[in-house]
Structure formats: C-alpha cells, structure tokens
C-alpha cells in the first residue's frame, strides 16, 4: 500500500477510523490515488474521501457515510436523537454521562443505547468502573454533521460543557485523595471532550464562566500530561475573558501563578515569566491562598536561579520555608527543604545542600495522591535525587553520585512523566556522564532528552539538549563543530540562560578552546564565566573556572605564572570552604 516511510500514516488511519475493516479497505482505495498523507489529512475532518470499495456494488455499502446512513435511516426517532448527541462524546463515556447530554430518564437511555451497541453502531466494553460506551469516529462524524441539520449543536453543547466542568471538579478534589496512576487512567480519557468544551465555552456557546473554570479545575490534568504547551494558551484565553467578566475576577490569582509556571518550560525563565510569578504571589498574599503562595513561591526560586539571579532566589526559596511550616499539607515542608537544598547547591553550599537533601529524604513521605506532582510539576523523589546526584558528585563521591542519578532517571521512566525524565536526564544523568567520560552513556541519555523534549516541544530542554550535544561533540574530538554550535548557544540564549548551569557551560568552552590550542581565546572566555559567576552567585562551579584560568595563563608563558599561581591558590581557598572536594582533587593533578 505504501512505502515504509508511510508506516506512522498507516497507523494513525487505520486508528482514526478505529479499526473498521470496511472504512480500511476504503482508505487504501483512495491511497492509491492520493497517497497515503493526503487520505490522513482528509479523514481528521470529513468521511467524504472513504469511497467506492472494490467488494461492494450495492449502493448502500459504496461509501462509509451511505453505510452509516442506512442504519441511522433504520433507528427510531429518539435513537436518531440519542445518536446525534453522542458525537460530542469524544472517546468512552458512561450512562451517566450520556444521561446528562440526552437529558432522558435513565431506563429509557439504556434501552437505546442498547439497541445501539446491538446494531454496531457503540461499542462496549465492560471495566473495573463499570460499563462504558465509545462512539466509532467514522460514526461519530456522521452523527456530528446530522446534529447541525438538527439543529440541536448549540443545545447539546451546553449540556456537554456543564458535565466535563463537573468531571474536572471532581477530578481537581480526587487529585489530593486517589493515588497518581489511578487518578491519570481515571481521566485522561476526558481530555479530548475537556478541549471540546472549551472551543465550545470560549467560542460559539459565549460561556465564559464556563471555560474558566474548565481551564482552573483541569490543571492538574494537562501538567501530568505534559501538556504545558496547550495549557498556556487556553489560561491566555481564559485570562482575556476575565478582563470583561467582573464577576470572574476571583479566578486571576490562580491563572496568573498556573501562566507563570507554565512560562517556565515554554519561554523559560524571562521577565515576562518572572512578573506574572511576582504578580501571582502578591495577589495570593493578599487573597491569603497559602497554595498558591507555595506554588508562586518555589517557582519563582526555580526562575531566579534559572535566571542567574541567585540573591533572590535564595529570599524565595526561605519564604517558601516559612510559608511551608505554617501548610497544613505534610509534604510542603520537606519540598521546601528540597527547594533550598537546590539553591544552595546552585550558590556553591555544597555542605549545606547536602544536609537538607538528606533531611528531605528522611521527612518525605511520598503521599498516594498526585498532588505534589501538580503543584510543582515534577516528581518530588525525581528532583531530589537528581540534585543530591549533583551534590554527592561535587563532593568527589562519584561512584554514589552515578547511582543516585540513576536512580532518579528510573523512578522518572517508571513514573512515565515528561518533565520528570527531562529533570532527571538534564540535572544529573547528562553531566555526570560527560564529566566521567562515559561517553556511550552520554550518548544515549542525549537522544533520549532530544525525544522527549522534541515531542512534546519543550524548548527549555530542547536547547538544553544541543547544548549537551555540543560538549559531547566536543570532549569526543569534533572540536570545531562542538565549538561553534556551543558558542552559538550561548549567545543566543544570553538573554535567557542555561538555567542554574551557564557559566559550567562556558567552563566547557573554555576547555574545548584549550584543546583546540587557542589559548587566548580560552582565557577570554573563562575570565567572563568567572566574571559572571561572581555577578550572578552562580559558585558551584567558581573553583574549576579558577582552575582554568590558571591552567589558560600557564600556557601563555613564564610572565603568567604568578597569575596562575594566585588563581589556583584562589581555587584551593574556595573549593575548601565549598566542601567540593571534587574540585580540590582536579587542583591537586595540576601540580
């Protein structure tokens, strides 16, 4: 039928006409004249391209919609009724959700529905929560065009809106109670009639109050999923009603801080990201919504430090402590603990780092729920080891440390959570790969990271992922490409740095510089990491820069050398009161 490359194409009709051996056989008809693509693109909006199939002359059964239409001619009126309402049930559903969309006494809907899985026109599957009902989507599309000639869509809609607003409200309290993986296969299948509710409350139905909320209560939904992307643009839609619905200002606060956290993985740590953070914990101060005081407070530690603004973010990340202490939640305060741990790892306290990690581990109990994941984005297990990974490894305890990070990067692949594989991958597998020349494993965490973040467009970690490309490209001989595609990155992304990790990053050009015998260039380039490490309170890394520094100066001749001489005394100074006794051992092989 097709080449290989048409594989996936294959797939995804054969998926979209779910499986229907007729509307197959139609399919690859068409394919032969229109290409495999072309078919695909045709069928996610009209049945129209299913045409004439070889097996079949009877008139009934030479397109898919006149075979569908054949039996809906058959139905009775509320069966016809019954099945048009349907198609704005995308994906399975129970009774009682059709009840609410039919608005017709249970006895009498399940009689119909029925007589429709009967006449093969729902499929049925019985679950561990019960009996569910699937509209087929060629069916559902037929159905959806005989809801317009209707005239019933503006109606049926509404009632749809209002039971997914319901759905989601349950959802956002079951968050705090039902356990992660229960809680996700329990409404991940909303998801299609989630957005169709929301085109739906934004557009035609003019339900403003609606859609709000929808976007409010379905958070936790779409960051588990991963779908920051998405999120981000329907809080701005929801926030651009809001200016002209008063009676729904009391939803800002909560938009602006989930807008804020959502910045922080798609444009990452800007301005812009920081302000709508620093506007959202004003107003939760004011509204007295601890929550959100929490939520605001570490992301706004997080976009700090990803913005080398490391003063603030350790004044964030104390406040979070303090507000953590007075939560009700038992999992606030060990977070916090975390938070800090981070900060002060970022900030050169290697030693202090350490002990809150180590207190976060012993005081976390790791709840059944999926609420720490949604507040904060991440699995909180997955964050601090990826950072004691990082700690254990600036302490010279390399063997732990590589453990540790592999630890973090399975729990994250067990969890399946996006941004948790990324953390995992970008904080502490990554690194620590390179840094001990693993260079196969280096390799393949790389691709690893440029899947993930490319499929779900994450373009923090996109950059993240070609910066890693570079230094590998660069510790493994191919100098000048690694060399200029990193200095590309750094430039480019100057305005909006390599999070917590830039001047390590321009440690590593500094390096490759070295290598490639331009030592010039390379005393250049780690003097300005050293400059800005000093200006942003970026110290992890200050003792290997200084290390650099002095190893650039040697190689310029013996007038260098006391300069050499004073940074690496410098090195041994700071390295000493950091507690990286990694750094300390690099200084010692210099001499």
């Not at 008139?59 to 001619?73: C, D, G, L």
């Not at 801080?257 to 444009?267: I, Q």
């Amino acid at each position: 039928l097709a080449l290989q490359s048409d594989l996936s194409h294959l797939v995804e009709i054969c998926r979209q006409v779910d499986g229907i051996p007729l509307a197959i056989e139609m399919a690859a008809a068409a394919a032969r004249t229109l290409g495999v693509k072309q078919v695909l693109q045709e069928l996610r909006t009209s049945l129209s391209i299913l045409g004439v199939s070889r097996r079949s002359t009877e008139p009934r059964q030479q397109t898919m919609e006149a075979t569908i239409e054949w039996s809906y001619r058959l139905l009775t009126p509320p069966e016809q009724m019954v099945f048009r309402s349907l198609s704005l049930s995308p994906g399975w559903f129970t009774a009682e959700a059709a009840m609410v969309i039919t608005a017709l006494p249970r006895t009498q809907l399940i009689n119909i529905l029925s007589s429709l899985a009967s006449k093969s026109l729902l499929t049925v599957a019985t679950t561990e929560h019960g009996t569910l009902f699937h509209q087929l989507e060629p069916m559902r599309q037929y159905a959806r065009v005989r809801l317009d000639d209707a005239c019933e869509y503006a109606t049926i809609a509404a009632r749809h809106a209002a039971l997914m607003l319901g759905i989601f409200q349950c959802a956002e309290v079951e968050v705090e109670k039902l356990p992660t993986a229960e809680w996700v296969e329990r409404y991940k299948s909303y998801l299609p009639g989630l957005r169709q509710a929301l085109e739906w409350s934004f557009g035609e139905g003019n339900d403003p109050g609606t859609g709000v909320s929808l976007v409010v209560a379905a958070e936790p939904l779409w960051l588990h999923l991963s779908l920051v992307r998405e999120f981000l643009a329907f809080i701005e839609t929801a926030t651009s009603r809001i200016q002209h619905a008063p009676d729904l200002s009391h939803y800002a606060m909560k938009l602006e801080v989930a807008r804020g956290c959502a910045l922080l993985y798609v444009t990452g740590s800007t301005q812009t990201t920081r302000e709508a953070l620093a506007h959202g914990l004003l107003e939760s101060r004011r509204l007295g919504d601890g929550v959100a005081q929490i939520r605001s407070l570490w992301a706004l530690a997080v976009a700090s430090v990803n913005a080398g603004l490391n003063e603030d973010a350790v004044s964030h990340a104390m406040e979070l402590t303090r507000v953590a202490a007075m939560s009700g939640c038992p999992t606030d305060r060990p977070i916090a603990c975390r938070a800090r741990g981070a900060v002060h790892h970022v900030v050169g306290k290697q030693e202090v780092a350490q002990a809150e990690l180590e207190e976060f581990f012993r005081s976390y109990e790791e709840p059944l729920s999926n609420s720490p994941t949604s507040r904060y984005h991440f699995d909180q297990q997955v964050a601090g080891l990826a950072f004691y990974a990082r700690v254990l490894w600036l302490r010279n305890e390399t063997s732990r440390a590589l453990d540790v990070g592999r630890q973090a990067l399975e729990r994250a692949v067990e969890l399946d959570h996006t941004y948790s594989i990324c953390h995992a991958l970008a904080q502490a597998s990554i690194p620590l790969a390179l840094d001990q020349g693993h260079h196969e494993a280096a390799t393949l965490y790389i691709q690893e990271l440029v899947d993930v973040s490319n499929a779900n467009r994450l373009s923090v970690w996109i950059n993240w992922s070609q910066a890693y490309q570079a230094c590998l490209d660069i510790r493994t001989g191919s100098l000048k490409p690694g060399l200029n595609r990193l200095q590309s990155l750094l430039t480019e992304n100057s305005a909006v740095p390599f999070s917590m990790y830039h001047c390590g990053l321009m440690g590593e050009l500094a390096c490759g510089q070295m290598a490639a015998e331009d030592h010039a260039t390379s005393l250049t380039t780690v003097e300005a990491a050293i400059a800005r490490a000093a200006r942003t309170g970026e110290l992890w890394c200050l003792p290997e820069l200084l290390r650099l520094k002095g190893l650039a100066l040697s190689r310029q001749g013996t007038r260098a050398t006391a300069e050499a001489a004073a940074a690496w005394e410098e090195a041994k100074i700071l390295s000493a009161q950091q507690g990286a006794a990694l750094w300390q051992e690099r200084l010692r092989a210099n001499f």
